[in-house]
């Protein structure tokens, strides 16, 4: 199985500060028909997960663009530009391209 | 609007069944893999199923710890996905997401598996 590993676990943060979350995977990602399936989850509290960027860099619908992601092979960021309250909750990577497997989750809390 | 809901969960022991239901709506049903994720308490997500669209063959897949257990299936007609779960365990105890492409998801579903 893929094991994707999300760094920090944990990441304590003041509104307005730029923050990254790093996963990364034990195999490529790239999909034989070119495509990374390497999306991201946001959770929060209580709440069911929902989609802020697919395939890797593309941002999902009514998602604020502060959120963006990035990379390739098996290294992937997400980065938030100017954290606002709402963002708080657990992040996830996951990946499609082969069976799928979630990254451990990356808690944003305020600082 | 998109929905996805999910019904059927509840308390059952070990070694029973139980079938869960996700019924979709605000979205074209058929054009969608569905998946199942599911979230013991106070840990991270663990995908559990899929369930391909009918031009790939409703092709399924399972995690390992499900496969043999767990069954998939999907009725376009009704917009509907099922997740038959038999055997059950205690480690199976999780809250159940109903999810479609990644993009749409559902409030979940509570299983508990106890004696």
Same mark, same amino acid.
């Given at each position: 199985?893929?094991?994707?590993?999300?760094?920090?676990?944990?990441?304590?943060?003041?509104?307005?500060?730029?923050?990254?979350?790093?996963?990364?995977?034990?195999?490529?990602?790239?999909?034989?028909?070119?495509?990374?399936?390497?999306?991201?989850?946001?959770?929060?509290? +209580?709440?069911?997960?929902? *989609?802020? !960027?697919?395939? @890797?860099?593309?941002?999902?619908? #009514? &998602?604020?663009?502060?959120?963006? %992601?990035?990379?390739? +092979?098996?290294?992937?960021? *997400?980065? !938030?530009?100017? @954290?606002?309250?709402?963002?708080? #909750? &657990?992040?996830?990577?996951?990946? %499609?391209?082969?069976?799928?497997?979630?990254?451990?989750?990356?808690?944003?809390?305020?600082? | 609007?998109?929905?996805?809901?999910?019904?059927?969960?509840?308390?059952?022991?070990?070694?029973?069944?139980?079938?869960?239901?996700?019924?979709?709506?605000?979205?074209?049903?058929?054009?969608?893999?569905?998946?199942?994720?599911?979230?013991?308490?106070?840990?991270?997500?663990?995908?559990?199923?899929?369930?391909?669209?009918?031009?790939?063959?409703?092709?399924?897949?399972?995690?390992?710890?499900?496969?043999?257990?767990?069954?998939?299936?999907?009725?376009?007609?009704?917009?509907?996905?099922?997740?038959?779960?038999?055997?059950?365990?205690?480690?199976?105890?999780?809250?159940?997401?109903?999810?479609?492409?990644?993009?749409?998801?559902?409030?979940?579903?509570?299983?508990?598996?106890?004696?």
């Amino acid at each position: 199985d893929v094991v994707l590993t999300q760094t920090p676990p944990t990441l304590s943060a003041t509104i307005g500060q730029s923050v990254s979350i790093s996963c990364r995977s034990s195999q490529s990602l790239l999909h034989s028909n070119g495509n990374t399936y390497l999306h991201w989850l946001l959770q929060r509290p +209580g709440q069911s997960p929902q *989609l802020l !960027i697919y395939l @890797v860099s593309r941002l999902e619908s #009514g &998602v604020p663009n502060r959120f963006s %992601g990035s990379g390739s +092979g098996t290294d992937f960021t *997400l980065k !938030i530009s100017g @954290v606002e309250a709402e963002d708080l #909750g &657990v992040y996830y990577c996951v990946q %499609g391209t082969h069976a799928p497997t979630f990254g451990g989750g990356t808690k944003l809390e305020l600082k | 609007a998109v929905q996805l809901v999910e019904s059927g969960g509840g308390l059952v022991q070990p070694k029973e069944s139980l079938k869960i239901s996700c019924a979709a709506s605000g979205f074209t049903f058929s054009n969608a893999a569905m998946y199942w994720v599911r979230q013991a308490p106070g840990k991270g997500l663990e995908w559990v199923a899929r369930i391909r669209t009918k031009p790939n063959n409703y092709a399924t897949y399972y995690a390992d710890s499900v496969k043999g257990r767990f069954t998939i299936s999907r009725d376009d007609s009704k917009s509907m996905v099922y997740l038959q779960m038999d055997n059950l365990k205690t480690e199976d105890t999780a809250m159940y997401y109903c999810t479609a492409n990644w993009g749409y998801w559902g409030q979940g579903v509570m299983v508990t598996v106890s004696s």
